[in-house]
């Protein structure tokens, strides 16, 4: 069993980003969600996938909902936009390896990296 992992952080402030809403789907010719799930208080996600049956090649999508998260610390302010949500497209060519994606954010920018 493949294993998605994250951990993500808040930038502004340097906490962990809880209560994010993340889903993993196996994009096609039809979406196959995965798991949907959230940020633990220490901002970190960490899933089993069974992806045996999978093509190798399959590409995945991890997605963090981030607006709801942005909403409830700075509000509605007309002057400050922030990014929706945090789309990750990738491969998991090794059905048993471990996927890791950390996510630094701000309402307005935010960097990603893949690691194992």
Do not use: K
């Amino acid at each position: 069993m493949a294993v998605v992992t994250s951990h993500a952080l808040n930038s502004v402030d340097g906490s962990h980003a809880d209560g994010i809403a993340v889903r993993l789907t196996r994009l096609g010719s039809e979406r196959l969600p995965l798991f949907a799930t959230r940020t633990d208080a220490s901002g970190r996600v960490s899933e089993g996938v069974d992806i045996r049956e999978a093509d190798a090649a399959s590409v995945y999508q991890l997605v963090f909902d981030t607006a709801p998260y942005w909403a409830d610390r700075i509000g509605s302010r007309p002057d400050i936009g922030f990014i929706e949500q945090i789309v990750l497209r990738f491969q998991m060519p090794d059905p048993a390896g471990t996927y890791h994606m950390p996510v630094i954010l701000s309402p307005n920018g935010y960097s990603v990296w893949l690691s194992g």
